[in-house]
């Protein structure tokens, strides 16, 4: 399966790339830039995409990633701060502007640009473009409207490198490596503000990484499978459902993969809309055949939370007598080998951020 690794800088934009990739049909993972060398081999990325940051690349503590990316063999697109780090690591120089620019401006593309990460994008007019015109500098000639939001400048280009497209503040708003399929953008093309910046995407993922665009959410979940069967074996499982999206995708997922394999254990903690703790017992039991375990652990929380009005605390509470009440659960099915997660991708992606 093709696959595009997003190294994550910190920026909030960063889940928005992994959207907009999947959205044409490329199956994506964001890691943190922190992420080694050789989980980024073991990984077999097709393309590289490195994301947008608050930081600044010229503070000695500002996140950086391993220079060996650009020893893979595959092509890397910088966004923004990516665009930054890619200068600084090729060989460049960043230095902080003298102001920092956040909002639309007019990039114009350079003549010898249009083949690769540019091919097939046009001059703007009217619509957007005329709505946020009083909002973006005038100058010379047409181009296209791109959302900015830096306050570092590449200065010189790192060896090799041509630059491709410029607005009235910042010469160098995109530049390419493009013996090495090393591409970079100042501006973010996967938000709304930039018009044409889907298009954009879309070259560099077919145009230059030569991907197929053939992947799927039901390609996801027969992949999904197909490693849940393979990390488990014959083993058996255990898993907190509770009958919310998360760890209802989940079970039904590792379901399908191993079967009765899988035993989830659910927990009534007394604070859940009334009738919902026998709904989602026997949706599961009766409609979907999932061996699950119910344990009504109403007195434990509310004993816990008796006279406790500050919500943190509460929250502590319900946590704490949730692991307790779920271990004395676990300790009872035998022949546990693994634990399953059911957990958004959003909040994993969080939790490992550099």
């Given at each position: 399966m093709?696959?595009?690794?997003i190294?994550?800088?910190g920026?909030q934009?960063t889940m928005?790339?992994a959207?907009?990739?999947r959205?044409l049909?490329?199956y994506?993972?964001i890691q943190?830039c922190t992420i080694?060398?050789a989980?980024?081999?073991?990984?077999?990325p097709?393309?590289?995409i490195?994301?947008?940051?608050?930081?600044s690349v010229?503070?000695?503590?500002?996140?950086?990633?391993?220079?060996g990316?650009?020893?893979?063999?595959?092509?890397v697109l910088g966004i923004?701060y990516?665009?930054?780090?890619?200068?600084?690591l090729?060989?460049?120089?960043?230095s902080?502007?003298?102001?920092?620019?956040?909002g639309?401006?007019?990039?114009r593309?350079?003549?010898e640009?249009?083949l690769d990460l540019f091919?097939?994008?046009?001059?703007?007019?009217g619509?957007?473009?005329?709505?946020l015109?009083?909002?973006?500098?005038?100058?010379?000639?047409?181009?296209?409207?791109v959302?900015?939001?830096?306050?570092?400048l590449?200065?010189e280009?790192p060896?090799g490198?041509?630059?491709?497209a410029?607005?009235s503040?910042t010469?160098?708003a995109a530049?390419?490596?493009?013996?090495?399929?090393?591409?970079?953008?100042?501006?973010?093309?996967?938000?709304?503000?930039?018009p044409q910046g889907?298009?954009i995407l879309a070259?560099?993922?077919f145009?230059i990484a030569?991907?197929?665009g053939?992947?799927n959410m039901?390609s996801f979940?027969r992949?999904a499978e197909?490693?849940?069967?393979?990390?488990?074996?014959?083993?058996n499982?255990?898993?907190g459902?509770?009958?919310?999206?998360?760890?209802?995708?989940?079970?039904?997922?590792?379901?399908r993969?191993v079967?009765d394999?899988?035993?989830c254990?659910?927990v009534?903690?007394g604070?859940l809309?009334l009738?919902?703790?026998?709904?989602?017992?026997?949706?599961?039991?009766?409609r979907?055949?999932?061996?699950?375990?119910?344990?009504?652990?109403t007195?434990?929380?509310?004993?816990?939370l008796?006279?406790?009005?500050d919500?943190e605390?509460?929250r502590?509470?319900?946590?704490?007598t949730?692991?307790?009440?779920?271990?004395?659960?676990?300790?009872?099915?035998?022949?546990?080998e693994f634990?399953?997660?059911?957990?958004?991708?959003?909040?994993?992606?969080e939790?490992?951020?550099?």
């Open positions: 093709e696959k595009v690794l190294l994550d800088f920026s934009y928005l790339i959207r907009r990739v959205e049909k490329v994506c993972e943190p080694s060398l989980e980024i081999r073991a990984f077999g097709a393309a590289i490195l994301s947008g940051g608050p930081a010229t503070d000695p503590e500002s996140p950086t990633t391993d220079p990316v650009f020893e893979l063999g595959v092509p923004c990516g665009l930054q780090l890619m200068a600084k090729l060989g460049g120089r960043v902080k502007s003298s102001f920092r620019e956040y639309p401006r007019w990039l593309i350079a003549p640009a249009g091919f097939g994008i046009e001059p703007e007019r619509g957007q473009a005329d709505q015109h009083k909002a973006v500098e005038t100058g010379e000639g047409d181009g296209i409207l959302w900015m939001s830096h306050g570092d590449v200065e280009l060896p490198s041509v630059t491709t410029s607005t503040t010469l160098n530049f390419e490596l493009a013996a090495k399929q090393f591409y970079a953008v100042q501006f973010h093309p996967e938000v709304a503000h930039t889907r298009k070259n560099f993922l145009r030569r991907l197929s053939d992947w039901f979940i992949h197909v490693r849940i069967q393979e990390t488990v074996g014959k083993a499982i255990i898993m459902l509770s009958g919310g999206v998360d760890s209802s995708v989940a079970a039904l997922l590792t379901h993969a079967g394999q899988l035993t254990i659910f009534d903690n604070l809309r009738g919902e703790a026998e709904q989602v017992v026997r949706l599961f039991r009766e979907y055949h999932i061996k699950l375990e119910a344990v009504d652990a007195d434990d929380f509310l004993n816990a008796e006279g406790v009005s919500p605390k509460k502590k509470i319900i946590g704490k949730f692991i307790e009440v779920f271990e004395r659960a676990a300790k009872k099915i035998p022949g546990v634990l399953g997660q059911g957990t958004l991708y959003p909040d994993v992606i939790s490992v951020c550099f």
